[in-house]
C-alpha cells in the first residue's frame, strides 16, 4: 500500500467510489469537519449559529462529493451540479451565519432581497441533501410540510389555519433558530457527531474487533453460535454506532457469513442481524443518536432515560437470543467449532481496556459533564489506550482516518437533519402538531390503546426509508403529544415513539436495516424483512408496555418493578416457543401447544393483574410441566 492509499483510500459512497485527488478533497475536509466538532466538544465556545451553520455547510459539502445526482450512475468523480450545489451551500449557509445578527436586530419580519434569494438556496440544498442520501421520502414530506403552510385554508377540518405567505415561510424556514437552524440541528451538531466520531475511534482503536471475539468467546460453542454473536455484538456496538444500517454493514460482514456457513437460511442470518443491530440502538449506556435528540425534546436527563431503557433493553435481547436458540433447535444447527473459538481470558487480557473508554464517558455523564465532552474524552482515551499494544496503537494516518470515518458515518445520519429542521419548521408555524394529535385522539375514540396502534402504524410508514432518528424526531412532534393528551407521562410517550421508529427499520415493505443485511447475505430483502420482524417481534410489544407497564421503566416499588421484569421474562419465553413451534427441550411442538404458549404468553405479557399472571402460570405448568419432568428424568437416570 502506498503513502498515499494509506493516508487517503478510496471513499465508497452510494453508487459513487471516488479516488485520487477527489478522495484527497474528501478526506481534508471530512477531517476538518470532526476535528474542528472535537474541538468545539472539548474546548471551544463558539457562537450558535457557526455551531449550527458548519454542521449542515459540512455536511452538504461530503454527501455532494461523494453521493451522485442520479442514483445507480456510476459517475465516480463530482460533476458541474455537485460543484454549483457545494456553492450554494456554503454561500447560502455561510449568508446566515453572517448575518444571523444583523437579522435579529433589525430586519425580524422583514427580510430583505438577499435573505429571500439565501433561503431558497439553502432550503434547496438541504433537501437534495437528504435526496441523495436517503431517496425521495425525506425531501417529499418536507415539501409537502411547507405547502401545507401557503394552502392552509385548503386544509380538512382541524388542520386548517389561515395560510402564510412565501415570504413568511422561507424568512422562518431560514433565517430563524426555529426550523432548519433548530433544535434538532443544535442537538446533532452538539451532542450526537462527536458521539459518532466516538464511534470511529473506537473502530480503529481495535475495539470494534475485541467486542467481536469477545461475543464469539462467550456464545461461538453454543447451538445456533454465530446468531448469538451477531446478537450480543450488536448490543455491544450498535449502542455506539447509532446506526442500525451502519452496524448491519459493521458486524454483519463478518456474522451473516459465519451463521450461513454453519446452515442459517440466507434470510434468516440476514434478518438476524438486522434486529440486532436495530436493537443495539435502544441499548444503554449509550443508545446511539436518538437519545441525546429524546434527551433534548423531554428536557429529561441522559442517564435517566439510559436507565429506564436498561430493563426494556435487556429484556429485548433475551427475546432475540431466545429465538436464535429455538431456530437453532427446529434446524439442528450446531456452534463453531472448538478451533474458531478463542478464549475468553485470552480476549480478556488483550482488550481488557476497551472498556475504559465506555467507562470514561459514563462516568463523565455521572458526575453531570456535558454528552459532548463525554464524548471527547471517550475519543483521548480510546487513542491512549491503543497504543497499550503494538498490533492496535494507532498513528497518525489511524488518527486521520478515524475522524474521516466519523465525518463520513455522519452523511447517513447528518443528510436528513437539515430536511427535518424544514418539517419541524412548518409544523411549529402553522400548530399542526397539537392539531394532528387531536385528530388523532378524535380518530381513535379516546382509545388509548388504539392510538398507541396508530402511532405504531404511522411510524412504520413515516419510517420507510428514513433514519430512527429522522422518523422519531417527527413523530415526537405530531404523535406523542396524542399520548400525552391521553395522560402518558412526557418521557414514556417519547419512549413509545422512539421504540416504534426501531421498529420501521425491520418492518416491510421498505426497511433499510434489512435491505442491507440481505445485500451482505445475498438474500430476497422482503424475506429478510419478514425474518427481522419474526426474530424481533417483541419490538411490536415493547411501545404498549411502556403505557400499561411502567414498571418495566423502573417506575414503582423494587417489588412491582422486579415482578414486572420476570413476568416479562416468562412471557417472552412464552412467546418464543409459540411463534417457533418448538419447546427448548422436546423439539417440534404440535399448533396446539403452540396456542397454548401463546395463551401463556398473553397472560404473563398483560398489565399486572394477579390472576392473569396466575392462569398464565398454569397454563405453562399445563404445557411445559411434562417436558420439564421428562428432562428431569432423562438427567437423573444419566447420572
Known sequence: MS????????????????????????ALIAAAFSLWYMYTSGFGLVSTETNRG????????????????????????????????????????GYWMDQYVSYAMFRVSEPNDWDRFMGICAILVVLETSRR???????????????????????????SHSGMSVDRIIEFTFSTQEAMFGVITATFATFVFPFMIFGAFLERSGAGTFFMELATSLTGKWRGGPAKIATVSSALFGSISGSSVANVVASGTFTIPMMKRIGFKPHHAGGIEAIASTGGQVMPPIMGAGVFILATLTQTDYLSIAAMNVIPAVLFFIFVLLMVDLEAVRTGLKGLPQEE???????????????????????LLFKGYSPDLGAFWGCVSALCLSWLRK?????????????VSGAHSNTAAGAAIGSLGVIIGGIILSGLGLKFSAVLV?????SLFL???LVTFISVIIGMGSSTTGSYIILAVVAAPALIQLGVPEIHAHLVVFYAACLSNITPPVCVSAFAAAAIAKADPMKTGFAALKFGSTLVLIPFSFVYVPELLLQGTPAAITGAALSYLIGYISLAMAIQGVDFLAGSIP?????????????????????????????????????????????????
Open 3 to 26: 503513502i498515499l492509499e494509506k493516508w487517503f483510500p478510496p471513499i465508497v459512497g452510494k453508487n459513487r467510489t471516488i479516488s485520487g485527488p477527489y478522495a484527497v478533497i474528501y
Open 54 to 93: 458548519l454542521y449542515l455547510v459540512f455536511t452538504a459539502v461530503l454527501v455532494f462529493l461523494g453521493f451522485p445526482a442520479i442514483k445507480g450512475k456510476q459517475n465516480n468523480r463530482p460533476g458541474i451540479i455537485d460543484y454549483v450545489l457545494i456553492i450554494m451551500a456554503i454561500a447560502s449557509i
Open 133 to 159: 442520501v436517503l431517496g425521495p421520502a425525506i425531501p417529499i414530506i418536507a415539501a409537502i410540510f411547507l405547502a401545507q403552510l401557503y394552502y392552509g385554508p385548503y386544509l380538512p377540518g382541524k388542520l
Open 341 to 363: 473459538i478463542p478464549n475468553v481470558k485470552d480476549v480478556l487480557r488483550k482488550g481488557w481496556h476497551f472498556f475504559i473508554p465506555l467507562i470514561v464517558v459514563v462516568t
Open 391 to 403: 498490533d492496535t496503537a494507532m498513528g497518525p494516518s489511524d488518527i486521520f482516518r478515524g475522524l
Open 442 to 446: 378524535e380518530f381513535a375514540g379516546g
Open 451 to 453: 392510538t398507541v396502534m
Open 591 to 639: 399448533l396446539w401447544r403452540r396456542l397454548m404458549f401463546l395463551g401463556a404468553a398473553v397472560c404473563f405479557l398483560l398489565p399486572m393483574v394477579l390472576l392473569t399472571k396466575l392462569i398464565g402460570a398454569v397454563i405453562l405448568l399445563i404445557v411445559w410441566g411434562p417436558s420439564i419432568l421428562s428432562t428431569l428424568q432423562r438427567k437423573s437416570a444419566n447420572a
